[in-house]
């Protein structure tokens, strides 16, 4: 289960990406926003990610216009790691060194082929483990 959800300005690219990842066969959780109307980002950083770290998904996915203010917000969960990727070899790094489980994208600066790319290259990078898994332990005391 991958949790998706958005602010405004990250509703457009939003809804291509679910329309991607549901014809590529992943099961999605839609969190909303539902339309373009004005709402607060930290809202949806906040919910996705506590859907994250509850368990009800395996990972996230969050949208606002810069990917900045909702990937601040989603960081603010306990057990959180969101990572604001702008290119495949951050998506890549952020899953394999990292063990991101929230990635945020900005719907405002990130064109969709691109957007799809970052998130096919993270959803099927794996974590690599060993020095690496030290440091998210780290993270996961903070």
């Known amino acids: 289960m991958i949790a998706i959800a958005s602010?405004?300005?990250?509703?457009?690219l939003k809804e291509e990406v679910i329309k991607?990842?549901?014809?590529?066969?992943y099961e999605i959780?839609?969190?909303g926003t539902y339309s373009e109307e004005?709402?607060?980002y930290p809202n949806y950083g906040k919910i996705c990610g506590e859907e994250v770290?509850?368990?009800k998904a395996e990972r996230g996915i969050v949208i606002?216009?810069?990917g900045i203010g909702v990937s601040i917000a989603a960081?603010?969960?306990?057990?959180?790691?969101?990572a604001l990727c702008t290119s495949e070899i951050m998506a890549e790094l952020a899953a394999k060194h990292n063990k991101a489980n929230l990635l945020a994208l900005g719907g405002r600066l990130t064109e969709k082929d691109l957007a799809?790319?970052?998130v096919n290259k993270w959803l099927n990078t794996d974590f690599e483990g060993g020095r690496h898994e030290r440091r998210v332990n780290l993270l996961n005391n903070m």
Do not use: P, Q, T
């Open 38 to 40: 004005s709402v607060d």
């Open 75 to 82: 960081n603010k969960v306990k057990g959180i790691r969101c």
């Open 64 to 66: 606002c216009g810069s």
């Open 29 to 31: 959780n839609d969190m």
């Open 53 to 55: 770290a509850n368990g």
């Open 7 to 12: 602010d405004h300005g990250g509703f457009e």
């Open 20 to 25: 991607k990842l549901k014809a590529a066969g």
């Open 116 to 118: 799809f790319k970052i």
